[in-house]
């Protein structure tokens, strides 16, 4: 049973224009975070975030930020998309305070960028 | 090394088959996550485990921080478990760790 919605599935962009992607979860939880899925199915973090601390991992690009209007949203914007961008974006959530130890986990969002 | 490695890669099963998957960590973990992608993309949750073993239906996991291992065991294999497995391992200096993934596939 889903439980954290994202929208769009897909997007495709060209170089340089402005994305936003929504993450709702409907778990009660205090973290959320959007994690990189790149062609390799490789699992990077990018953000951690709940009403107290964000957390960013040092190698994401400053293009690209969280937005949260309250504990059950984070949405992602990447202000000037590159190609490196095309990747699945997916949004989690987890219990408690951060410490991203119990993850659910949202269907995701493929970006591509032409 | 990886602080997760995951085995095998890939791997390939006819429908009924049993057969299992690991996950070794180079440092001792406080819990670890079993996933599944499966072809639309989405990562569904499995297990939780902070210790010992866990079943749910036709999957088994084990993990055993002090042996710095977790094994996911598929019995009876169905089409419907076709897809990507990751396994994920959490300690509180390095926070979760994904593997790589192993694909499987499983063939009618």
């Known amino acids: 049973e889903t439980a954290v919605f994202q929208t769009p599935n897909y997007h495709v962009t060209q170089v340089g224009n402005e994305v936003s992607f929504n993450c709702k979860q409907t778990?009660?939880?205090?973290?959320m975070y959007w994690y990189k899925q790149d062609s390799k199915k490789l699992l990077k973090i990018m953000f951690s975030?709940?009403?107290?601390?964000?957390?960013v991992n040092e190698t994401v690009p400053r293009r690209f930020s969280p937005q949260s209007s309250d504990k059950a949203h984070l949405n992602l914007r990447i202000k000037s998309v590159e190609p490196e961008d095309s990747a699945v974006y997916l949004c989690?959530?987890?219990?408690?305070?951060?410490?991203?130890?119990?993850?659910?986990f949202g269907h995701g969002t493929k970006l591509s960028v032409l | 090394g990886m602080p997760v490695e995951q085995n095998p890669p890939a791997l390939s099963l006819y429908e009924g088959a049993d057969s299992g998957l690991r996950c070794n960590f180079s440092?001792?973990?406080?819990?670890v996550q079993w996933f599944q992608q499966n072809h639309r993309g989405r990562l569904i949750t499995l297990f939780y485990?902070?210790?010992g073993t866990k079943e749910n239906g036709r999957l088994k996991s084990t993990f055993n921080s002090k042996e710095r291992y977790s094994t996911l065991h598929i019995k009876d294999a169905q089409l419907e478990d076709s897809g990507t497995y990751f396994c994920?391992?959490?300690?509180?200096?390095?926070?979760?760790?994904f593997g790589l993934g192993t694909r499987v596939s499983v063939f009618p």
């Open positions: 975030y709940n009403n107290k601390q964000l957390i």
């Open positions: 994920a391992a959490h300690n509180y200096a390095q926070g979760l760790t």
């Open positions: 485990l902070a210790q």
């Open positions: 989690a959530s987890s219990p408690g305070q951060i410490s991203n130890e119990r993850l659910f």
């Open positions: 778990l009660g939880h205090d973290t």
């Open positions: 440092t001792t973990m406080k819990s």
